[in-house]
């Protein structure tokens, strides 16, 4: 479920940024806040079916089948699919998504205001825009690196010996 769930988070936060019609790196704290709700809601959405079946197999019990543990047993993930469609239809595949919702949603709002507004400090902090608040660019910085520059890059990473030959105290 882990997976299905961050593609479609990501997914949907790259799709959400383009409603805006504002680059994504130009957007607003509530707008960031805006989007991470709305993505995690989807992708939770789309993805909870592989929360229930994991509960599901969680729950039943090889030792106890019928002291309190589960009394059907899966063979498997699609078999428990199988059976949970069949015995309680193909929405019980949603069950207990409201409560998840409720803790999910704000969650990655936060998490991708949080994420986005420490981007801009730290671009603040290096030069590279005036202001944490702003968008605004320092003027005078080089914003990019060409695809030469990024070559000459790569040919000195792999080029460099990182060790330090002559060390400037000596013990």
Request: positive net charge.
């Amino acid at each position: 479920g882990a997976v299905p769930f961050s593609a479609g988070l990501f997914f949907m936060n790259m799709s959400l940024d383009k409603i805006w019609q504002v680059p994504g790196a130009h957007l607003s704290p509530v707008q960031n806040f805006i989007n991470g709700c709305l993505a995690a809601g989807v992708a939770q959405t789309l993805s909870f079916p592989f929360e229930t079946v994991k509960r599901k197999m969680q729950a039943q019990s090889p030792i106890l089948p019928h002291y309190g543990g589960v009394d059907v047993h899966f063979n498997g993930m699609i078999d428990c699919f199988r059976q949970i469609v069949k015995t309680k239809g193909v929405f019980s595949l949603w069950n207990g998504l409201t409560a998840n919702l409720l803790k999910v949603v704000p969650y990655f709002g936060l998490m991708f205001t949080m994420f986005e507004g420490s981007k801009r400090f730290f671009l603040y902090r290096n030069g590279y825009i005036v202001s944490p608040l702003s968008n605004q660019l320092t003027p005078g910085v080089d914003q990019s690196l060409g695809p030469r520059e990024l070559e000459e890059l790569r040919k000195f990473l792999r080029h460099k010996n990182f060790a330090n030959r002559n060390p400037s105290l000596k013990s």
